[in-house]
């Protein structure tokens, strides 16, 4: 047996085993979190467990089309006991948030993800970071491990692996990650409406947001700089909620030539958040992130530093464009 069907054995025995699930998964989730976190919940309960899937921030407005997504919840304030708890798709252990919080007791904690920063704690750890996303190395341990999946298990690991590959662009996408697809294709998942309910069903306020970012866009290091920042006014103003802009730097990173593009957005705790992609695994944006105290993957990644929204940007344009001159 290799070493990756080792521990898929020694997590398979753990999950079989035990009765009393939490799954969870990082604050400000995505596509990948969320679908991730249902999988495995449903996966579990159809063997009969009693399992709790929990998220500091519920399920999203945006995410609630997936099948079963109303067995997603916040947690509650009062904190329960558990045999086991898993930790999806969250490089660091603070990044559940409430979640875990919500844990007064757990026998075991197993943690799966594919960030390549993720300190491997818990008890029972999976880390690929050559997985493009958390749900493909689900859909791998669910198989390996003969755990069910049922079509709604299919549709939400879909959505994860589609949401986290940029619908199969980025370029961890590899062969297995469309025979994965494939898969789940022939399991019931219906492409056309699953990605029309990802991609094209945006609220308008979205797309009104996008105009306000665009207007602050600027460029720096010869055009191989994009950013656009986001102020608490302009939030309040526009009636935005956070999973609005999730996704909305892509139009900078899209743009030729550009090899780094930031995001900024000033949140109401005297931080900003930061959200860093780069087109050149040359420029690693994890270890910007990482200096400022977040972390992520090479290509994608994110910090929430203190400061005012123009101290930040100063501080973070520097130390990108400083990454960029001595990269590329
Ligand atoms: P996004 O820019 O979409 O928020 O995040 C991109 C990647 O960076 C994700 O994989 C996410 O997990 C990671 N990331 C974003 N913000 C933080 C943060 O504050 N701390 C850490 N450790 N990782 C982050
Ligand atoms: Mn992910």
Redesign the pocket.
């Known amino acids: 047996m290799n070493e990756r069907d080792a521990r898929f054995a020694e997590i398979g025995r753990a999950l079989r085993e035990h009765n009393k699930f939490a799954v969870l998964s990082?604050v400000?989730p995505?596509g990948d979190a969320l679908g991730s976190t249902l999988a495995l919940s449903l996966s579990l309960k159809e063997l009969g467990k009693d399992v709790r899937a929990w998220n500091e921030d519920g399920m999203l407005e945006k995410y609630d089309f997936l099948a079963r997504a109303e067995l997603l919840t916040q947690p509650p304030s009062a904190p329960e006991d558990f045999d086991v708890a898993v930790a999806l798709d969250t490089?660091?252990q603070n990044?559940l948030g409430t979640t875990a919080a919500a844990i007064r007791h757990a026998k075991l904690w197993v943690n799966i993800d594919h960030?390549p920063?993720n300190p491997r704690y818990g008890d029972l750890v999976y880390i690929d970071p050559t997985a493009p996303a958390t749900g493909q190395i689900l859909f791998e341990l669910l198989t390996n491990q003969k755990f069910p999946i049922t079509p709604a298990i299919a549709e939400n690991l879909y959505a994860a692996i589609s949401t986290d590959t940029g619908s199969f662009q980025y370029p961890n996408t590899s062969v297995r990650t469309f025979e994965i697809a494939a898969e789940l294709v022939r399991c019931g998942v219906d492409v056309g409406r699953v990605s029309q309910l990802l991609y094209e069903n945006f609220p308008r306020r979205r797309i009104e947001l996008l105009r306000d970012l665009l207007d602050t866009m600027r460029f720096g290091c010869d055009g191989k700089l994009a950013w656009f920042s986001l102020s608490k006014a302009s939030a309040l103003a526009l009636g935005v909620i956070p999973e609005d802009n999730?996704g909305l730097?892509d139009h900078l990173r899209a743009i030729r030539g550009v090899i780094v593009a930031i995001f900024f957005e000033e949140l109401t705790d005297g931080k900003v958040r930061v959200?860093?992609r780069s087109k050149n695994e040359a420029v690693d944006v994890c270890a910007i992130?990482t200096e400022f105290g977040?972390?992520?993957?090479v290509l994608?990644?994110?910090?929430?530093v203190r400061g005012t929204l123009p101290e930040v940007e100063k501080k973070i344009v520097e130390q990108a464009c400083a990454a960029i001159e001595r990269n590329t």
């Open positions: 990082h400000r995505d490089a660091v990044r960030h920063s999730e730097i959200s860093m992130c977040g972390g992520g993957h994608a990644a994110g910090a929430r």
